[in-house]
T-cell receptor
Framework: GQNIDQPTEMTATEGAIVQINCTYQTSGFNGLFWYQQHAGEAPTFLSYNVLDGLEEKGRFSSFLSRSKGYSYLLLKELQMKDSASYLCAVITDSWGKFQFGAGTQVVVTP | GAVVSQHPSRVICKSGTSVKIECRSL??????MFWYRQFPKQSLMLMATSNEGSKATYEQGVEKDKFLINHASLTLSTLTVTSAHPEDSSFYIC????????????????FGPGTRLTVL
């Protein structure tokens, strides 16, 4: 079966750094994505990793270790607008067919 | 601007009625679209893959006779929830793969804005 695990909720202070971990066990692997989702809205693309290592995009970075089935999303210089759910998703076979984790609700406090 | 639209954005219906949700690709053709369902505070669960001109492929546990999918053209897929019940109340989202060469190559999907279904 497919299994993608991430913490349910994390709280951090404005300006701080938060790291959201994701572990996965899937029958196939064609890439790992991170999405941001505000309540009642569609997910917004943040990052994509298919090779091991770190990808940096502004305040957001994502890391992948395929041998460990592990990824993390790093959010730096947290802003209040970063309060949202962050979804880890793996493409397991055909392009576009995602398996999503349950999402991590990040709460940013003043 | 939005490249995948959904209609309606919100719908409230009585138990036992059927509801149709449309997913349209704007200015591009989508031979494949995906339908997801999301319950409150849960993740997106893939329901089915919609294929233009052929039958949809349903994920395990999804009743194909209850969730009818029709992909009649290269820009439109519809999801009909038949004989809806309160447990079908959820957020339904569609997505379509991006065209090769458009925008960020690592962002592979256009997601629709979602449809909030409430069954009374």
């Amino acid at each position: 079966g497919q299994n993608i695990d991430q913490p349910t909720e994390m709280t951090a202070t404005e300006g701080a750094i938060v790291q959201i971990n994701c572990t996965y066990q899937t029958s196939g692997f064609n890439g790992l994505f991170w999405y941001q989702q505000h309540a009642g809205e569609a997910p917004t693309f943040l990052s994509y990793n298919v090779l091991d290592g770190l990808e940096e995009k502004g305040r957001f970075s994502s890391f992948l270790s395929r041998s460990k089935g592990y990824s993390y999303l790093l959010l730096k210089e947290l802003q209040m607008k970063d309060s949202a759910s962050y979804l880890c998703a793996v493409i397991t076979d055909s392009w576009g067919k995602f398996q999503f984790g349950a999402g991590t609700q990040v709460v940013v406090t003043p | 601007g939005a490249v995948v639209s959904q209609h309606p954005s919100r719908v409230i219906c009585k138990s036992g009625t059927s509801v149709k949700i449309e997913c349209r690709s704007l200015d591009f053709q989508a031979t494949t679209m995906f339908w997801y369902r999301q319950f409150p505070k849960q993740s997106l669960m893939l329901m089915a893959t919609s294929n233009e001109g052929s039958k949809a492929t349903y994920e395990q546990g999804v009743e194909k006779d209850k969730f009818l999918i029709n992909h009649a053209s290269l820009t439109l897929s519809t999801l009909t929830v038949t004989s809806a019940h309160p447990e079908d109340s959820s957020f339904y989202i569609c997505s379509a793969p991006k065209e090769v060469g458009s925008g960020d190559p690592t962002d592979t999907q256009y997601f629709g804005p979602g449809t909030r279904l409430t069954v009374l």
